[in-house]
């Protein structure tokens, strides 16, 4: 089945203890992207990656980093997480690079982090 | 600073009946503009989009008009059916030598009343 994958699905951790949340995908798509949604401000784009080892800041960089080593693979990592990152992070995926015009974008199920 | 607005938190429409979701945006950079839908506990999932040379754009019972002079799209859903209730995000890209940026509306919930 085509489909993104995010782990882990629910995430409680405290201020400053680095986590990973990893998004995989099986449709061969070049580009990947995460976002947060947040009650009142919708999804806002953190990053993105057109592709292999090509990534670059969204709406909202700041406090997260990425990697794209592999095509089908593109993590969030919060290296020193604080409360204002709780919030509900989604992974896309798209087939093209996004320089031919945007394509739909496939969400994942979302990862629902809580930052004490 | 939100590039891509939707004024209406909530809409309530009748089945059967047109339902008319609405989106400003302010970036007249923006070269395409998409429709998602989502439902509690799920990724959000693509329903229409249009280019920015385009003005009106058609799929089955979902109709995307953009007005770019006003810098205004809207979807309409015709007819409504209550398996539409769901929060719509109306979004916005634009395009850099990295790939597209995209920026999402705060969306708005439809409730489609049986």
């Known amino acids: 089945e085509a489909q993104v994958t995010q782990n882990p699905r629910y995430l409680i951790t405290v201020t400053g203890k680095k986590l990973t949340v990893t998004c995989s995908q099986n449709?061969?798509?070049?580009?990947m992207s995460w976002y947060r949604q947040d009650p009142g401000l919708g999804l806002r784009q953190i990053y993105y990656?057109?592709?292999?080892?090509?990534?670059d800041k969204g709406d909202v960089p700041e406090g997260y980093k990425v990697s794209r080593k592999e095509k089908r693979n593109f993590p969030l990592i919060l290296e020193s997480p604080s409360p204002n990152q709780t919030s509900l992070y989604f992974c896309?995926?798209?087939?093209?690079?996004?320089?031919?015009?945007?394509?739909?974008?496939?969400f994942g199920p979302g990862t629902r982090l809580t930052v004490l | 600073d939100q590039q891509v607005k939707q004024n209406s938190p909530s809409l309530s429409v009748q089945e059967g009946r047109i339902s008319i979701l609405n989106c400003d945006y302010t970036n007249s950079m923006f070269d395409y503009f998409l429709w998602y839908k989502k439902y509690p506990a799920e990724g959000p999932t693509f329903l229409i989009s249009?280019?920015?040379?385009?003005d009106k754009n058609e799929d089955g019972r979902f109709t995307v008009f953009l007005n770019k002079s006003a810098k205004h799209l809207s979807l309409h859903i015709v007819p409504s059916q209550p398996g539409d209730s769901a929060v719509y995000f109306c979004a916005a890209s634009t395009r850099k030598n990295t790939g597209n940026q995209f920026y999402f509306g705060t969306g708005t919930s439809l409730t489609v009343i049986p």
């Open positions: 249009i280019s920015s040379i385009k």
């Open positions: 990656s057109m592709n292999v080892e090509v990534t």
């Open positions: 449709m061969n798509h070049e580009y």
């Open positions: 896309a995926s798209t087939p093209f690079s996004g320089l031919a015009g945007a394509n739909e974008q496939f």
